[in-house]
């Protein structure tokens, strides 16, 4: 059923033909066209019997724009290979000077660093120098963008009430104010109530 084109008496053919295949009309690409060796290959379409070369692994063209960069690589532009913006090779290969924001003493960003900033992905240098980090860690106030730790409580002790416990008379301090319309219990008081 797939006669090729030279028992026709037919020249093989260097241009796309739409073949129909699968009730959808794809655009195959004469291999002829691209590769010399391939000029033998050709079929003829099961249903309306037109010729056409095989594609090289059978690969069917959907696009124009693929077609034209089959049959013209002449006319392809170079490609162009995608280059991520970072800080740069330049600026990341010696250790930088960098200001810190807080206290404004001079600290060095080094290489080792650098790249451990470049692989999380962050882009931009630190603006404190690691001591007021380190403070700023403590005190609970950096993490991320996130606010910054936990709770909506402001660094400092927590201010405690004494009152009397309503289980044993003694002495209880809790961290809130009582209202004194409900009873308030000891820690030890609160434990054996809880049961």
């Known amino acids: 059923m797939a006669v090729g084109h030279r028992l026709r008496g037919e020249e093989a053919l260097l241009r796309p033909v739409g073949v129909v295949r699968g009730h959808r009309r794809l655009l195959l690409v004469s291999p002829a066209a691209t590769d010399p060796a ?3 290959s050709a079929h003829s379409c099961p249903r309306c019997g037109r010729s056409y070369q ?3 692994r059978n690969r069917a063209i959907t696009s124009r724009k693929l077609a034209q960069r089959v049959l013209y690589p002449a006319r392809r532009p170079p490609r ?15 250790d930088q000077t960098l200001r810190c924001r807080e206290c404004g003493v001079d600290f ?3 290489e080792g660093e650098q790249q451990f900033f470049s692989s999380k992905g962050l882009t931009n240098p630190p603006s404190r120098c690691p001591s007021c980090r380190a403070a700023r860690k403590a005190a609970g106030m950096g993490g ?3 606010g910054g ?5 402001s660094g400092g002790p927590r201010q405690m009430y004494e ?3 309503a289980g044993c008379g003694g002495i209880a301090r809790v961290p809130f104010q009582p209202r004194g319309d409900k009873p308030v219990y000891c820690s030890d008081c609160f434990r054996t109530s809880a049961r």
């Open 38 to 40: 391939c000029r033998g």
């Open 108 to 110: 060095i960003w080094t």
């Open 80 to 94: 162009r290979r995608f280059q991520r913006r970072t800080l740069g090779a330049q600026a990341l290969a010696v």
């Open 163 to 165: 009152v009397t416990c």
């Open 149 to 153: 730790g936990g709770g909506g409580r």
């Open 54 to 56: 095989a594609p090289r």
């Open 144 to 146: 991320g963008g996130y």
